[in-house]
């Protein structure tokens, strides 16, 4: 069964820093796209950032460049998503997804979410 889950969110204040987790199970990640994506209440979804897996380019929206940085860690099957300088502005419900065309495009799976709360 492929599945994805997501952890490490939690209650940080402005200016912190979070790092989320993506774990995969059920398939190896290494020909897959990984996006994340955040969605705060009343708001659409966004995709903030992607990696491509297979020749590790990473992708971010403006609205978090420069501050938050996406890496994966082959060995444990995990993508991780570090977020630093956080704005209450961020406060969102965090997923993340796989896409297994690896194109940043089309995501197939996603997880539950995690929801990261930036304090003011």
Known sequence: EVQLVESGGGLVQTGGSLRLSCAASGFTLDDYAIGWFRQAPGKEREGISCINMRDGNTYYADSVNGRFTVFSANANN???????????????????????????????????????????
């Open 78 to 120: 995990t993508v991780y998503l570090q977020m630093n300088s956080l704005l209450p502005e961020d406060t969102a419900v965090y997923f993340c997804a796989a896409d297994p065309w690896g194109w940043c495009s089309r995501y197939d799976y996603w997880g539950q979410g995690t929801q990261v709360t930036v304090s003011s």
